[in-house]
């Protein structure tokens, strides 16, 4: 391989050009990407014949039955890549391995939590226990942020800012899925950006290679969720996007040892982080339980009613995602060339997307 090309491949986090590692990554995203694509429209279908759907009217945006069982076609698209990935390329490390099967076994007990809650409704209290249990689940893999104060309360404060970037990310995807499109663009571009400051480092194989099937699997169902939607996460899909976002944010590179240690993870996902604040803060004030009291107080609310149509509102706040998952990755000095890689790719895929949708539309 030419020495520019080789030099070029190394910033963009590929450590062997010629070897088979950044290979399995692509494989696993387009896997995952044309499973769910595909796979997507039979969810849809089953959903409809059983009444796995959400009514329209009052908060939400379309009208009559939408199915809301999409988030179980996105964690098949997951795990069916991840599973034929490691046939192709067995990951040997322990470390390694124990951590991706704590990320999916804690994202497979989300899943199933929020789908009983789009189907029957569950307690906000069950369903923060389940997301309890997850993050313990993570912490005690090693997927953790770790405080380094040199205090003998380090392990304590570790713990508890592990749950609460857990639990809120989780939580924070699940509250902005409001419009059509919005949490799987936010889901792809963050998942992008991740995997492409992951992928500098040899020690982060798990969050690479289950980014690159995340990423996939929001492209994949976008192509159904796209303004007008035919399927939608639900409860189930939301939770899962969250908790692996959360935990592959963390794995193995977060070390607190300021309050601003925290600012690039946090910027990666801001635009939830931002919506969830928001919307916490003026139902607290209103003495409102934020997990069961549900409003027209979100930023795609406020934008819907400033005038914008659904397809400007997802394309402004994606643009936003966009800006700070970039400057995140700035700040965390991550090579240029991958830094606009990851920009091109995820901007790129969204346009295509999103032409394949209004085109059929």
């Given amino acids: 391989m030419p020495e520019p090309l080789a030099r070029l491949f190394h910033q963009l986090g590929v450590a062997d050009p010629e070897g088979s590692g950044w290979k399995v990554v692509v494989l696993t995203f387009l896997l995952a990407a044309l499973f769910t694509w595909h796979f997507t429209p039979r969810v849809r279908a089953f959903a409809l014949r059983v009444g796995w759907a959400d009514e329209g009217g009052g908060r939400r945006q379309h009208r009559g039955q939408l199915p809301n069982a999409g988030g179980l076609a996105v964690y098949a698209g997951v795990v069916g890549s991840l599973a034929v990935a490691a046939m192709i390329r067995p990951i040997v490390v322990d470390d390694v391995l124990i951590q991706l099967f704590a990320i999916l076994l804690g994202g497979t007990l989300l899943l199933f939590v929020g789908f009983l809650d789009d189907q029957y409704g569950l307690s906000p209290w069950i369903r923060l226990l389940a997301q309890t249990l997850a993050a313990l689940l993570a912490y005690a893999a090693g997927v953790r942020i770790e405080a380094a104060f040199g205090s003998p309360i380090d392990p304590l404060l570790s713990f508890a800012l592990t749950w609460l970037w857990i639990v809120g990310i989780t939580n924070a995807m699940n509250l902005i899925d409001g419009l059509d499109g919005l949490a799987g663009g936010i889901a792809l571009i963050t998942s992008v950006g991740l995997l492409f400051a992951s992928a500098q480092y040899e020690t982060r194989a798990a969050a690479t290679l289950i980014l690159a099937a995340l990423a996939g699997a929001a492209l994949g169902f976008l192509r159904h969720n796209l303004p007008p939607s035919k399927i939608i996460m639900g409860d189930a899909g939301a939770y899962f996007f969250g908790y692996v976002l959360a935990t592959a944010a963390i794995l193995g590179y977060v070390k607190v040892t300021t309050v601003f240690s925290l600012v690039p993870v946090a910027l990666l996902l801001a635009v939830p982080i931002l919506d969830t604040t928001l919307v916490f803060t003026k139902r607290l004030l209103a003495g409102k339980n934020p997990l069961s009291s549900p409003g027209r107080d979100h930023l795609h609310h406020t934008l819907l009613e400033r005038g914008l149509s659904t397809w ?20 965390q000095g991550i090579p240029p060339a991958a830094i606009v890689a990851s920009a091109l790719i995820s901007g790129g895929l969204l346009l295509f997307v999103a032409w394949r949708r209004r085109r059929e539309a």
Avoid: D, H, I, K
């Fill in 312 to 331: 400007r509102a997802v394309m402004v706040l994606w643009t936003l995602t966009l800006a700070a998952v970039t400057f995140a990755l700035v700040l």
